[in-house]
């Protein structure tokens, strides 16, 4: 498997595992983090794979960070996982909202979405078979109720709205847009209590990459390969 994949939030947790499983396999990964700190693991996979893992700065955040990115890239990128993300405060009604905090949650898991497909779709319209895959959450959809952490739901649902727009979109150009539900994974964000590994949720997001075609509509898929409601 060569094909030459860029994951975002490589660092740790779901990002981390699918950069080690697509390096397993034979397959090249560019890397991007936001900094440099706590970089251990992906330091010791970069030398081990040196010629097959690059590794990029970009901060979902600001466009210009995601452009210059791109400037040290050549060559195609066939997958694109949009995968770094913040969780935001954790309120358990929207009394109270941190305004600042749920504009932040929603700049950078859905506008960052938008930020990284449009900077980075002229590498992926080089590659034969360009998919783009999106990280997302059951909190943010519509087909699911609950209350509180309005900050990450409320971004993951305008995240679930702009993979759809998107991958209508790009539909025509033949690329392959979904949505990407990891599972309940052991992650810091959730205070490792999740009830799959980061391995186990790569694996099968990678799958699910692998069989992904141009579709109307756009789908959410579990990492299983369920076809799930948004």
């Known amino acids: 498997m060569?094909?030459?994949?860029?994951?975002?939030?490589?660092?740790?947790?779901?990002?981390l595992a699918l950069v080690k499983s697509h390096l397993a396999r034979g397959g090249r990964v560019v890397a991007a983090i936001r900094n440099a700190s706590a970089m251990d693991e992906l330091d010791a996979l970069r030398d081990a794979h040196s010629d097959r893992c690059e590794l990029v700065f970009l901060d979902l955040a600001e466009t210009a960070s995601v452009v210059k990115a791109t400037e040290t890239l050549d060559g195609s990128i066939d997958v694109l996982?949009?995968?770094?993300g913040?969780?935001?405060?954790?309120?358990?009604?929207?009394?109270g909202l941190d305004y600042a905090d749920a504009l932040h949650a929603f700049d950078v898991n859905a506008l960052g979405f938008v930020r990284l497909v449009e900077v980075f779709l002229a590498l992926l319209r080089s590659s034969k078979r360009p998919r783009i895959g999106a990280i997302t959450s059951l909190m943010g959809a519509s087909s699911k109720l609950g209350v509180?952490?309005?900050?990450?739901?409320?971004?993951?649902?305008?995240l679930n709205k702009l993979v759809q727009a998107v991958g209508e979109e790009l539909y025509a150009d033949g690329?392959?847009?979904a949505a990407l539900r990891p599972g309940s994974v052991q992650?810091?964000?959730?205070?490792?209590?999740g009830q799959i590994t980061t391995s186990e949720s790569a694996a099968g997001i990678i799958g699910v990459m692998?069989?992904?075609q141009p579709s109307r509509p756009v789908k959410l898929i579990d990492y299983t390969g369920e076809e799930l409601q948004w």
């Open 175 to 177: 690329v392959a847009v």
């Open 86 to 95: 913040v969780f935001g405060a954790r309120n358990s009604s929207f009394m």
């Open 148 to 158: 509180g952490m309005l900050s990450y739901r409320a971004s993951k649902a305008a």
């Open 81 to 84: 996982i949009s995968n770094a």
């Open 210 to 212: 692998d069989a992904l």
């Open 2 to 15: 060569t094909e030459r994949w860029l994951i975002t939030g490589a660092k740790r947790g779901i990002g």
């Open 187 to 193: 992650t810091r964000m959730n205070d490792f209590k």
